[in-house]
C-alpha cells in the first residue's frame, strides 16, 4: 500500500558561496547545522534578509533491502533554483520558487544508508519583496507500489445536473504489467463515514475503445441502487492510463463561506481482488456564477468578494510555513469580514489551500510576479520559457479539486501585456496550459493588471475569463460599457499605508513621510498610486455592483517593499506582522461585518495628549447611529449609511482633555449594541502578556 511519510526531520544546513559544487561539500571543515523543515534561512539575520548565497541541506536515512516499491521524494516548496542528489547522484532540478515537485528516486535508493543533499541557489535581487530562502515548505518521501495513481492523478468535478449533481473523477494510473485485472473503485463519504456514491471499472476493460470523446461515450449501470455513469479510458503515450467515471449524488449539503461541508472521495486500485493503493481528499459540493452585470454568486447566493491579498511570510517566522501561524492571520482576516484571499503573487502553501476549505474563505490562487521580462535581475523570467509548462501544471493539478478555488491567477502586474503583442501571446498560451489541467472550470482564468487604462493590455484581457485591476477603479465603468462582455473586480486596490499606534494631526491634511518613519493610523496616509482613502475604497467596489469585489493590498503586513520609507517591513497591511490589528482594520470591519450577528465599535486613537491640544477622533461601527462622550457628556450622535452612504465613520475634533473617551453603538431600535473606550493614562505599571492559546500539541508542527 502507498504510505507518505513526513519527512522533516533529521536535516543538517550550511551556507556557501554562489558557485559551490557537490564535491565540494565533503570537506571537513565545513560546519553543518541541525535544523527542522520548513527552514529559511535568511531570517535569522534581519539586517541582511537579501544576502545571496547557497543553501545546502543534507539527511541520512535508512532503507531495507530494495522492494518493488517506487520511491519518491515530494518538496512542497524550495526557494529557489534547487538540485537534489541522493547517493551523489542528481535526481531532478526545479526552478521556481513556489511550485511543488517531486523525484522518482528508486534507482538511487540502495540497502541501508543513503543520503540525499539538495542545494538551493538564491542569488539577490529575485523579488520585488521578501521571499525567504531554503527548504520553506514540507517535505515527504512516498511509497508507492509498481502499479499506482499518479501524484495529483485525481481530477474531481461536482456539476449540478437537474435535480442531482453529477461528480466526474478522471484518475491516473500507472500499471506494472499488463497480465494482471486492475479495477479503479471511487467511492464518496459523507462528513460521518457514510457511503453515498460507489463506481468501480477495469483500468484495461477491453470493451472500451481508446481515444473517445468522453460527452459522447458514456454508459450507465445501477449499483447499490445509484445511478452510476461509467466512462471509457484513455492511455496517453507515457502509458499512464486516464480513467474516467461519473456518479450521482441527490441533495448533497453544500460547500459554502458558512457551513464549509466536505465529502471525501477514496480512491483505490485493486489488482486481483486486493487493494493495493489508496487515495483520499477532500471536495465539496458548490456552483460559482460569475455575471457580467450582477456580480459573483456561490450556491446561486450574491456574494461580494471582500478580499485581501496576501504575500507567504508570516512576520517574525519569515517564509517558513507554519499552519498554526497561518490560521491564527486567517481568523484575524475573517474577523475583520474578509472573505477571499488573493495569494500574490506565487502559488500557495498546501496548508493555504486546506485552511481555506476548513474556514470558508475564496482563494484567487496566483502564479506569477513575471513572465518573460524580468522586474529583476535574478527573477523567475529568466527561467519561465524552458519552465512554466511544468509550474502551471504543477500549480493546478495541486490545487483544483479544492471547493475554496474561484480563480486562477497567471500573472500580477506583467508587463509584457503592455510591450506588445507577445503579452497576449503568452497570455493565451497559459489559459490554454491552464484549462489543460482545469478543464470543467473548477476555477476561471485571471490576471490582475496595473496597466488597463493602456491599448495592449486591454487586448490581452480579452485571452482571460475574468479581468482583474489593479489601482483602476476609475476604470470600471467605461470598460463595463466598453467592453460590454467582461467580467471585472478590483484585483488590487487600497495601498494605504499606516503604522498600528502611531497618529499625525490633523486628519484634514494628507501626509506620507514623516521623520518617525512611521505612517498615520489616522487615515491620512495614502500613495500616489493607491486609494484616497479607505472609505473611498470600500464606497467605490461597493456601489460597483458588476464588479465582483476587491482585493485590498494587503490583509497582513509583509516583509519587504517598505513604502515611503527604507525600512524592514511594508506598511500597507491592516494587521501588523505581529498580528496586532491597525485602527483601519475596523473600518473594513465596520463595512463588511453585519451588526445584527456581531455588532462592533472602535475609537482612535488613544486617549493622552497635552492639554487644550485639538485631537481628530473617530469612531467606526457596523451599527447605524454611533454616539461619543468625554467624561460623561454627549459630543453628538453620528447616523453612518453603511448600504448607500459615502461617510462610513463618525469624526469629531476635541481639545484634549483629562478623562475618558466612551462610544455608543446603536441598533435602529436605539438600543446599545457595543461600548468602547479610551482612557487618559500615565506611566506603566506592568507588562502583561497573554497567549492567544493554553495549550500546544506536542507535534514539532504547533
Known amino acids: 500500500m502507498r504510505m507518505k511519510q513526513l519527512f522533516n526531520d533529521g536535516w543538517q544546513f550550511t551556507k556557501r558561496a554562489i558557485g559551490t559544487k557537490l564535491e565540494d561539500m565533503n570537506a571537513d571543515d565545513i560546519r553543518w547545522t541541525e535544523v ?40 512542497e516548496g524550495v526557494y529557489m533554483n534547487t538540485t537534489v542528489y541522493v547517493n551523489g547522484l542528481v535526481a531532478g532540478e526545479w526552478k521556481y520558487g ?311 491567477s497567471i500573472g500580477n502586474e506583467i508587463y509584457d501585456t503592455h510591450a506588445g503583442e507577445r503579452g497576449r501571446e503568452v497570455a493565451r498560451m497559459l489559459r490554454k496550459l491552464v484549462e489543460q489541467h482545469d478543464p470543467k472550470k473548477n476555477g476561471l482564468v485571471t490576471f490582475g493588471s496595473n496597466y488597463m487604462p493602456w491599448e495592449n493590455t486591454q487586448k490581452a484581457a480579452e485571452e482571460v475569463e475574468v479581468v482583474g485591476y489593479n489601482y483602476a477603479e476609475y476604470l470600471y465603468d467605461a470598460h463595463h460599457k466598453k467592453y460590454p462582455n467582461w467580467i471585472i473586480y478590483g484585483s488590487e486596490t487600497a495601498s494605504t499605508v499606516q503604522s498600528r499606534g502611531i497618529y499625525h494631526f490633523p486628519f484634514s491634511q494628507s501626509m506620507l513621510a514623516n521623520d518617525d518613519e512611521q505612517c498615520s493610523s489616522l487615515g491620512n496616509c495614502t500613495t500616489s498610486w493607491g486609494a484616497k482613502g479607505t472609505e473611498r475604497c470600500i464606497t467605490d467596489d461597493r456601489d460597483a455592483r458588476f464588479c465582483l469585489g476587491q482585493f485590498i493590498w494587503t490583509g497582513f503586513d509583509y516583509i519587504g517593499e517598505p513604502t515611503p520609507y527604507s525600512t524592514k517591513n511594508s506598511y500597507f497591511g491592516q494587521i501588523d506582522t505581529a498580528g496586532f490589528a491597525k485602527d483601519s482594520f475596523y473600518i473594513y470591519q465596520s463595512a463588511w461585518t453585519d451588526y445584527r450577528k456581531k455588532p462592533m465599535i472602535h475609537i482612535l486613537p488613544y486617549w493622552d495628549f497635552n492639554e487644550g491640544q485639538l485631537i481628530d477622533v473617530r469612531v467606526f461601527s457596523n451599527a447605524p447611529k454611533i454616539e461619543l462622550f468625554l467624561n460623561g457628556e454627549s459630543l453628538g450622535v453620528a447616523e453612518i449609511d453603511h448600504e448607500n452612504g459615502k461617510k462610513l465613520s463618525g469624526d469629531w475634533q476635541i481639545p484634549y482633555r483629562k478623562g475618558i473617551l466612551k462610544a455608543l453603538a446603536y441598533d435602529e431600535k436605539d438600543q446599545v449594541i457595543a461600548v468602547d473606550e479610551q482612557r487618559s493614562f500615565g506611566d506603566a505599571a506592568v507588562l502583561k502578556m497573554e497567549a492567544d492559546k493554553t495549550e500546544l500539541q506536542a507535534d514539532g508542527q504547533d
Open 36 to 75: 527542522d523543515i520548513p527552514h529559511d534561512w535568511l531570517i535569522y539575520d534581519t539586517r541582511n534578509l537579501y544576502e545571496t548565497g547557497e543553501g545546502w541541506y543534507r539527511k541520512t536515512f535508512f532503507m531495507d533491502a530494495a522492494a518493488s516499491k517506487v520511491y519518491s521524494i515530494c518538496f
Open 98 to 408: 513556489y511550485s511543488s515537485f517531486e523525484f522518482d528516486i528508486t534507482k538511487l535508493l540502495k540497502a541501508g544508508e543513503n543520503e540525499i543533499v539538495v542545494q538551493v541557489i538564491h542569488q539577490s535581487p529575485n523579488s520585488r519583496w521578501y521571499s525567504g530562502a531554503g527548504i520553506y515548505r514540507n517535505v515527504w518521501l512516498k511509497t508507492t507500489p509498481l502499479t499506482h495513481i499518479i501524484t495529483d492523478g485525481i481530477y474531481i468535478s461536482a456539476k449540478k445536473d437537474g435535480d442531482h449533481w453529477k461528480v466526474e473523477v478522471d484518475t491516473e494510473v500507472v500499471l506494472a504489467s499488463n497480465q494482471k485485472k486492475e479495477i479503479v473503485r471511487q467511492t464518496i463519504l459523507d462528513r460521518d463515514g457514510q457511503v453515498i456514491g460507489v463506481v468501480e471499472n477495469s483500468v484495461k476493460d477491453k470493451s472500451f475503445t481508446r481515444n473517445f470523446e468522453p460527452a459522447a461515450q458514456s454508459l450507465q449501470v445501477a449499483k447499490k441502487g445509484m445511478v452510476i455513469n461509467i466512462q471509457k479510458q484513455d492511455t496517453n503515450p507515457l502509458d499512464a492510463h486516464r480513467v474516467s467515471q461519473c456518479l450521482q449524488v441527490k441533495d448533497p449539503i453544500l460547500w459554502s463561506l458558512e457551513n464549509t461541508y466536505l465529502y471525501t472521495l477514496k480512491t483505490e486500485i485493486m489488482e486481483d481482488g486486493a487493494i493495493i493503493d489508496e487515495i483520499r481528499q477532500h471536495f465539496g459540493f458548490r456552483t460559482l456564477r460569475f455575471d457580467k452585470n450582477e456580480g459573483f454568486f456561490l450556491n446561486d447566493t450574491y456574494v461580494k468578494l471582500h478580499g485581501a491579498c496576501m504575500h507567504h511570510d508570516l512576520g517574525a517566522l519569515g517564509a517558513a510555513m507554519n499552519k498554526t501561524a497561518l490560521r491564527r492571520q486567517l481568523v484575524m482576516l475573517k474577523e475583520m469580514g474578509i472573505n477571499a484571499i488573493r495569494t500574490s503573487h506565487n502559488m500557495p502553501a498546501v496548508e493555504m489551500m486546506e485552511l481555506a476549505d476548513e474556514m470558508g474563505i475564496l482563494i484567487v490562487s496566483e502564479a506569477f510576479d513575471m513572465w518573460e521580462r524580468s522586474k529583476t535581475e535574478y527573477d523567475y523570467a529568466r527561467f519561465f520559457p524552458e519552465w512554466h509548462e511544468k509550474d502551471v501544471a504543477s500549480w493546478i493539478r495541486r490545487d483544483r479539486n479544492h471547493p475554496s478555488i474561484i480563480m486562477w
